[in-house]
């Protein structure tokens, strides 16, 4: 039995096609500012981006513009996955501390124990009606942003004062 082998032609797309996938695309522009930028609102001098790239790459560039453009967006989404976690743990102790705070007013929860769950889920949404009512952002608590937190931690600290 003779096998007879096909031959198989390719198409100057599917050459160009990979070509392209064997280079390693390089780092944008956008993305070179936004990592720069990320560096310094994280305090890096620049020898200690140029380690960091350096030993992110294995020792292959320490330079921004010698990343290529899946290393910086790798670096860029966790940078902001950081960033956001860092802003959910600061919310969320002002959201404690504010939940803390109602236990000093009377208008909130004065007077009120937080035992059970259904006191805590009571105390909560006084917490909320107050927020959604009085204070400057008409929202609830777990809705607002860190910035409007603080504001109305402020508020709720004001409070807490006139009362003692």
Known sequence: MKTIMKERT????????????????????????A???QFHKMGFSDEDRHGFISQFTAGRTDSTAGLTKEEAGLLLSRFNKESADRVR?????????IFSLSFRISCLNKNYTNDT?????????????????????????????????????????????KEE
């Open 117 to 161: 769950e259904a006191d805590f889920e009571m105390n909560k949404a006084k917490i909320n009606q107050f927020c959604r009512t009085r204070s400057k952002f008409r929202k609830n608590l777990t809705e607002m942003s860190l910035e409007e937190l603080k504001e109305v931690k402020r508020q709720f600290e004001a409070m807490a004062r």
């Open 89 to 97: 743990k600061q919310a969320r102790a002002l959201v404690k501390q």
């Open 35 to 37: 990592l720069q930028a």
């Open 10 to 33: 390719v198409t100057p797309q599917q050459k160009k096609k990979k070509k392209t996938i064997m280079k390693e695309r390089t780092v944008t522009p956008q993305q070179i500012k």
